[in-house]
């Protein structure tokens, strides 16, 4: 089963609206960290926001924020006030506990493209 | 400023050729990840390396092979390409112990195999 679940393959929005990409995530772990990252078509991975489980606030960096509900397991990411340099694909990570030599270690959804018209 | 640098941006080999894919990084972090990424399949794990000569399989490391003799460096290792590792390949590094576990990825390398 998908640790990680990004239901859109594609998303369009008009410039200057807010768009929300949707995650949902599957852990038995307490202690669990969500990730979102965004590839412009240039291929660098950029990290946008991350949400502890135990933070109770919602993240907010500038115009993302993470939507974080918990007992729904679901981190969606709302992007306000979208740009055209916005277009690009968007994944969804979560790091579980520790793992070998006490690593994290990010599992990736399949991402969502996300395309803003003019 | 902080940087993962991978040593190709494009590879175009032939199959059963033996490719090296390195990644370099300058933030003095223990982990080191090989990610793989392919259209509609996201990026799936092959190999991360937690310390020097220390490796773990991910969820696809058959294929492939790893080594990591210095802290900085993390390579990538195809003995015998084929077709089916045609694929964008992505380096990342974190930093070791209980911090948030965020990813620092190079640029990636898209290798083709004919």
């Known amino acids: 089963a998908q640790k990680i679940t990004q239901t859109q393959p594609g998303m369009f929005v008009q410039e200057k609206e807010a768009v929300t990409l949707d995650c949902t995530y599957d852990t038995s772990d307490q202690s669990y960290g969500l990730f979102w990252y965004k590839q412009p078509s240039s291929g660098e991975m950029i990290f946008l926001i991350y949400?502890?489980?135990?933070?109770?606030q919602n993240a907010t960096e500038g115009r993302y924020s993470l939507n974080f509900q918990k007992a729904r397991k679901s981190a969606n990411l709302v992007i306000s006030a979208s740009q055209l340099g916005d277009s690009a694909m968007y994944f969804c990570a979560m790091r579980e506990g520790l793992g070998a030599g006490g690593s994290y270690i990010p599992t990736f959804g399949r991402g969502t493209s996300l395309i803003v018209h003019p | 400023d902080v940087k993962v640098t991978q040593s190709s941006r494009y590879l175009v080999k032939r199959t059963g050729e033996k490719v090296f894919l390195e990644c370099v990084q300058d933030m003095d972090h223990e982990n080191m990840f090989w990610y793989r990424q392919d259209p509609g399949l996201g990026l799936r794990l092959i190999y991360f390396?937690?310390?020097?000569?220390?490796?773990e399989k991910g969820d696809i490391p058959e294929g492939y092979s790893v080594s990591r003799e210095k802290k900085e460096r993390f390579s990538l290792i195809l003995e015998s390409a084929s077709t089916n590792q045609t694929s964008m390949y992505l380096c990342?590094?974190?930093?070791?112990?209980?911090?948030?576990?965020?990813?620092?990825f190079g640029e990636g390398s898209r290798l083709t195999v004919l």
């Open positions: 390396s937690y310390d020097v000569k220390m490796k």
């Open positions: 949400q502890g489980s135990y933070d109770e």
């Open positions: 990342a590094s974190s930093e070791g112990g209980a911090n948030t576990g965020e990813l620092f």
